[in-house]
């Protein structure tokens, strides 16, 4: 069902969605991610943690891989 993105019922197709929900502790356990406070700790970016207080950097750093 996730890799074909549809549901068939009785004979109608129905287009899916998955998502990965639950706490901010699930996921990171999920990812097999340590807990905030580790190095790399953000389930979304590769920020190390001796880099989180950087502001000098353009935000647009993030947005482009391999940051991304």
Excluded: H
Aim: aromatic share 14%.
């Amino acid at each position: 069902m996730i890799d074909s993105g549809k549901l068939t019922v009785d004979g109608q197709d129905f287009n899916t969605e998955f998502y990965l929900g639950g706490d901010y502790k699930f996921i990171l356990l999920m990812l097999g991610l340590n807990e905030a406070t580790s190095n790399y700790a953000c389930a979304w970016c590769k920020v190390n943690k001796a880099d989180r207080w950087n502001i000098s950097d353009n935000y647009l750093i993030y947005n482009t891989p391999p940051m991304v």
